[in-house]
Nanobody, 123 residues
Framework: QVQLVESGGGLVQAGGSLRLSCAAS????????MGWFRQAPGKERDVVAA????????YYADSVKGRFTISRDNAKNTVYLQMNSLKPEDTAVYYC????????????????WGQGTQVTVSS
């Protein structure tokens, strides 16, 4: 199986930037689609972004489009989420996830999950 470990979360002021990383281990030879999801207290888990194995196909939620950038380095078995112009409403636990096949924005379609990293954006 695949193990995913997120890092890079923390506290940042509104308008600031943060870069999350997700390191994968295990069956990393598979052509996994990777995604970032987030869950705020009292809310459901929502997709943030997703990226194909090649990096040619990317998906962004409307709420983060233009501010966040997803990328991956397959040689390092790592996917990134660059978050710019952060807003207080971006505060959430951010999760990295993986699936085999197509880029799909639904978390229910992802098979492997990290334990999450907290992102807190202050006013």
């Amino acid at each position: 199986q695949v193990q995913l470990v997120e890092s890079g979360g923390g506290l940042v002021q509104a308008g600031g930037s943060l870069r999350l990383s997700c390191a994968a281990s295990g069956r990393t030879f598979s052509r996994y689609v990777m995604g970032w999801f987030r869950q705020a207290p009292g809310k459901e888990r929502d997709v943030v972004a997703a990226i194909s194995w090649s990096g040619d196909i990317k998906y962004y939620a409307d709420s983060v489009k233009g501010r966040f950038t997803i990328s991956r380095d397959n040689a390092k078995n790592t996917v990134y989420l660059q978050m710019n112009s952060l807003k207080p409403e971006d505060t959430a636990v951010y999760y990295c996830a993986a699936r085999v096949g197509m880029v799909i924005p639904s978390g229910a379609e992802y098979d492997y999950w990290g334990q999450g990293t907290q992102v807190t954006v202050s006013s």
